[in-house]
């Protein structure tokens, strides 16, 4: 085993001290690492007019706008906490990103989507991340103690940024992971790989979707994230307040006041608090009474789904 550098070492205390995730950590060392041998000089030899000349470079070979912030992040980093140079992160400049629609799927494409998904497991993975929002991160380290049927939230642990955080849990979905425990048994994790003790991995639920999209005959590029965005535009589409999408989904920290809207409502979704006054706002689509026929074809989806009891845990029967 290679010897660890004492600049890499000093790097990877500075990272553990201010409670950087490891991904984020194994990020910032191998764009430092990248930069170095560019250069095949020690990066704290290297200065602001080689980072500008790694930067142009770069872009000449087609990186996508967020690899090239990502490691503009590593490098300001690297030169202000581990170098203790203050002045030089604010001369790194960030890239400007094109501004961009996501790809958002209709009512129908979701359901042909999950349709095209044979496997039970990735199936109802997917149906979680459309029904309630979340992150590939998120889906796969949901516990079976994660699933609040009496206050009919989700509780997500350690999402983005290590901030826990309650999602919305809809009487349909609740159904729908009911089925799959009775058909699955899963013991600790909700979605487990293939040893029990551990949780699915995400690169299972990345080729779901690459395959489910070809079965199902999207033009659209789908991936687990685009799940999420329309979730989002489903809600903001069925009257959702924006800031109570913001909330849910843990896109902003911060709501500006807005007249004629209650404050509470700025910091702590009405789904979460299961406000009478509110909670009928935010639902995802497939949720309305009555419903398409994308909402009948969605039902289908998992047979045997029971009514869902408005107490107990997933385990209720």
């Known amino acids: 085993m290679a010897e660890i550098s004492p600049l890499r070492r000093r790097m990877?205390?500075?990272?553990?001290?201010?409670?950087?995730?490891?991904?984020?950590?194994?990020?910032?060392?191998?764009?430092?690492?990248?930069?170095?041998?560019?250069?095949?000089?020690?990066p704290d030899r290297?200065?602001?007019?080689?980072?500008?000349?790694?930067?142009?470079?770069?872009?000449?070979?087609?990186?996508?706008?967020?690899?090239?912030?990502?490691?503009v992040c590593a490098l300001r980093f690297f030169y202000g906490v581990t170098l203790g140079q203050d002045t030089v992160p604010e001369r790194i400049t960030y890239a400007r990103q094109p501004s961009k629609l996501p790809v958002v799927l209709s009512a129908d494409e979701v359901v042909r989507f999950l349709e095209a998904i044979p496997s039970l497991k990735s199936r109802t993975a997917l149906t979680t991340v459309y029904a309630?929002?979340?992150?590939?991160?998120?889906?796969?380290?949901?516990?079976?103690?994660?699933?609040?049927?009496?206050?009919?939230?989700?509780?997500?642990?350690?999402?983005?940024?290590?901030?826990d955080r309650y999602v919305m849990l809809s009487p349909q979905l609740l159904r729908i992971l009911r089925t799959y425990w009775r058909l699955a048994r899963p013991k600790?994790?909700?979605?487990?790989?293939?040893?029990?003790?551990?949780?699915?991995?995400?690169?299972?639920?990345?080729?779901?979707?690459?395959?489910?999209c070809a079965a199902a005959g999207l033009s659209k590029q789908v991936t687990v994230h685009t799940l999420r965005h329309t979730f989002a535009t489903h809600l903001l589409e069925s009257g959702a307040d924006v800031r109570i999408i913001q909330v849910l989904l843990e896109t902003a920290t911060y709501c500006p006041r807005t007249p004629g809207r209650r404050t509470?409502?700025?910091?702590?979704?009405?789904?979460?608090?299961?406000?009478?006054?509110?909670?009928?706002a935010a639902r995802i689509p497939w949720c309305r009474a009555g419903g398409?026929?994308?909402?009948?074809?969605?039902?289908?989806?998992?047979?045997?789904?029971?009514?869902a009891r408005s107490c107990g845990s997933i385990r209720a029967q």
């Open 188 to 212: 600790r994790w909700l979605f487990p790989g293939r040893d029990d003790e551990r949780p699915l991995v995400p690169n299972v639920l990345h080729a779901a979707c690459r395959s489910a």
């Open 132 to 163: 309630a929002g979340l992150r590939v991160s998120e889906v796969v380290l949901l516990k079976i103690a994660d699933i609040d049927s009496q206050r009919m939230v989700i509780r997500v642990e350690q999402g983005k940024g290590g901030k």
């Open 292 to 307: 398409d026929s994308a909402t009948r074809q969605f039902a289908r989806l998992h047979t045997g789904v029971d009514d």
């Open 12 to 42: 990877i205390e500075d990272m553990t001290v201010r409670n950087l995730s490891p991904a984020t950590q194994q990020s910032y060392l191998n764009a430092v690492s990248k930069f170095s041998r560019y250069f095949g000089r020690s």
């Open 46 to 71: 290297l200065g602001l007019e080689d980072v500008h000349a790694f930067q142009l470079h770069l872009v000449a070979t087609g990186i996508s706008w967020p690899a090239l912030n990502q490691i």
């Open 264 to 280: 509470d409502l700025l910091s702590v979704p009405s789904l979460v608090r299961r406000d009478r006054a509110d909670c009928q």
